[in-house]
């Protein structure tokens, strides 16, 4: 089934407007925006989750941007770990599109953009985690676990 992500357009020019050119800038709202937009793009594109451990879905692991939202960003941690107990890509797309009201607000995208960057979205562990249900750790070479 082909989802469409034409709800999430209305974030567009907030998304422009805090995201950075590259990386994940220095502010909490740099942060955030590329984070969402990670997980929105590398589902629609991908069908990526930032949690397998129900779904069986696999592709490259996106956790670390749901884990540093989880982390982060307070009020947002109970619906985010519905994903834990879901297995319909119509829920996982409900979850991304409340992530994506909860946190793209102007208001709070505007507060969050006087605080500085916090920790690092592509380096935050737990809650969610992606696993390979095909690797074999007696074959890691090391190569799979190699962060770019």
């Not at 982060?72 to 985010?80: A, E, F, K, L, S």
């Not at 607000?105 to 390979?132: C, M």
Request: glycine share 6%; charged share 25%; aromatic share 18%.
């Amino acid at each position: 089934m082909k989802y469409n992500w034409d709800y999430f357009d209305k974030y567009e020019d907030l998304i422009d407007k805090y995201m950075p050119n590259r990386g994940e800038g220095d502010t909490m709202a740099s942060q955030i925006c590329t984070a969402i937009n990670k997980l929105i793009y590398r589902y629609f594109n991908d069908g990526d989750w930032y949690d397998n451990t129900t779904s069986g879905t696999y592709g490259e692991n996106i956790s670390d941007y749901a884990n540093w939202l989880y982390n982060h960003i307070p009020g947002i941690q109970d619906r985010m770990m519905t994903v834990k107990d879901m297995y319909s890509g119509n829920d996982y797309v409900a979850v991304l599109a409340y992530i994506a009201a909860f946190c793209l607000r102007e208001n709070k995208l505007a507060e969050w953009n006087t605080q500085p960057k916090q920790g690092s979205i592509y380096h935050s562990k737990w809650p969610f985690v992606v696993e390979d249900p095909d690797y074999d750790d007696d074959e890691d070479d090391g190569w799979y676990r190699q962060r770019f």
